[in-house]
């Protein structure tokens, strides 16, 4: 069982920079797989960035791509997510997800069916 916690939501004016953190349970998390999506009220949920484990293989959503930056620190078990340039569209709950498959390939970093294990989510909103 991984226990996944989500920090560092909050509210944020459009143009401003905003960093999540995600803390993973369990001994292997090098390994895992972890990803970031997000759900905007009325909406479905939509994938962000991930980060694959066994060779750090980013992932990004294009509708963020030069703008948030996924990353991970093995020893501390956490993955990150630096959004800069963030924009009222950005205004969501963020969900940290892990996958312990170790054959997942690129295209199914994506795909929230590929996760097994959920963060109970951290808010971010975007507004003046």
């Known amino acids: 069982q991984v226990q996944l916690v989500e920090s560092g939501g909050g509210l944020v004016q459009p143009g401003g920079s905003l960093g999540l953190s995600c803390a993973a349970s369990g001994r292997t998390f090098r390994s895992y797989n972890m990803g970031w999506f997000r759900q905007a009220p009325g909406k479905e949920r939509e994938f962000v960035a991930a980060?694959?484990?066994?060779?750090?293989?980013?992932a990004y959503a294009d509708s963020v791509k030069g703008r948030f930056t996924i990353s991970r620190d093995n020893a501390k078990s956490t993955v990150y997510l630096r959004m800069t340039s963030l924009e009222p569209e950005d205004t969501a709950n963020y969900y940290c997800a892990a996958s312990l498959r170790l054959g997942i390939i690129f295209s199914q970093l994506g795909e929230a069916r590929e996760y097994e294990y959920w963060g109970q989510g951290t808010r971010v909103t975007v507004s003046s």
């Open positions: 980060i694959r484990g066994r060779d750090s293989t980013t």
